[in-house]
């Protein structure tokens, strides 16, 4: 989290950073590849790969048998398609629930196999001899549509996800997806407006108030964003098990609430913590808890029937609590539901 909010970096440092910061947490000896997209007008662009971990041999084979072949390749709606199994999912997830969605995407898979790449999606038995290959990754993807901007973690697995882990993962990184994401939508705004211009209230590292405007300029505000800057400062510096505990638990203020709380620097290399007003986000606050449990396992992809096992209700009470939340959360389509607790969580 540390590494995602320091949005006063050039792109070319801050996806490497990030990347750095979050490869130890997913890799398990196999590799982890990141990149960053952004969606323009008539097309989208791609960063350069960061590649951490995996052996040297994977690593070139990688970039000359899948990202210049496949990934490269890609049109938007795929790949917009893509990150809309996110934000967490499998490699083994994609390639069965996409091909048949997306024919482009199909007849370049059909292509790989031609090339003796089969295997990698479970078509038929590996050649001889085998390639270099993972049989399943496990994917983080962060897309905020407000500002076109996205992240792609793919982790190299050498076995099959299982469904365990896919859901151990989404809550683990539940918290660190959300910030990830509106730090894609604050640098998507720094593009065109400075930082500090941005700014409703402007801090020292020690908490002593340099500037506050608009509803930053309270008392109780200043107060409030004064004691979240220190807090934040002391998470920083989580040395303990238990001060680490602490610190996970504060970095929630960065982005919950009114403002985000952000690293900026002047020209003289100067940090300090600004308040930028967060853009208003969907909630889920108008569910009640059960709707909510509701459509929340409807956005993992759970049937009717398989929700209502779990909760021990019928399918029809399942249908009600459904219909409910669309109606609550302005949506009227599955689809629509789905997408939107996925771009909240």
Request: glycine letters at 6%.
């Amino acid at each position: 989290m540390d590494a995602t909010w320091r949005l006063a970096e050039d792109p070319e440092q801050w996806l490497p950073n990030v990347a750095r910061a979050l490869s130890p947490v997913l890799d398990q000896g196999s590799g982890v590849q990141t990149l960053g997209v952004s969606f323009g007008a008539e097309r989208h662009q791609l960063s350069t790969p960061v590649l951490h971990g995996g052996t040297s041999r994977w690593n070139t084979m990688w970039l000359e048998n899948w990202w210049k072949p496949v990934v490269e390749p890609l049109d938007s709606p795929t790949f917009l398609a893509m990150l809309g199994q996110g934000p967490v999912c499998s490699a083994q997830q994609l390639w069965s629930r996409l091909p048949p969605q997306l024919p482009s995407l199909s007849l370049q898979l059909e292509s790989l196999s031609d090339q003796g790449w089969s295997h990698a999606f479970r078509r038929e038995p590996a050649p001889e001899p085998p390639r270099l290959f993972y049989v399943d990754s496990l994917n983080l993807f962060v897309h905020d549509r407000s500002s076109g901007e996205a992240l792609c973690v793919v982790a190299n697995r050498p076995d099959i996800v299982s469904p365990g882990e896919l859901s151990r993962t989404r809550r683990t990184f539940s918290s660190i997806v959300s910030h990830l994401r509106v730090a894609l939508r604050t640098r998507g705004r720094l593009r065109t407006q400075a930082l500090l211009t941005q700014a409703e209230a402007i801090f020292s590292p020690d908490g002593s108030v340099l500037d506050a405007s608009g509803s930053a300029r309270s008392r109780a505000a200043r107060v409030a964003l004064r004691d979240a800057v220190c807090r934040l400062e002391r998470a920083r510096t989580a040395k303990t098990d238990t001060q680490v505990d602490d610190a996970l638990r504060l970095w929630p203020q960065l982005t919950s609430g009114r403002w985000s709380i952000i690293d900026a620097f002047d020209t003289d290399g100067r940090r300090y913590l600004v308040a930028v007003p967060n853009e208003e986000a969907p909630s889920l606050s108008a569910l009640s808890p059960r709707e909510e449990e509701v459509v929340r396992a409807v956005a993992e992809g759970q049937s009717n029937k398989e929700i209502a096992w779990k909760l021990g209700r019928s399918t029809s009470t399942v249908a009600t609590f459904i219909s409910r939340g669309c109606r609550k959360l302005g949506v009227t389509s599955r689809a629509q539901l789905v997408s939107l607790v996925r771009s909240v969580d």
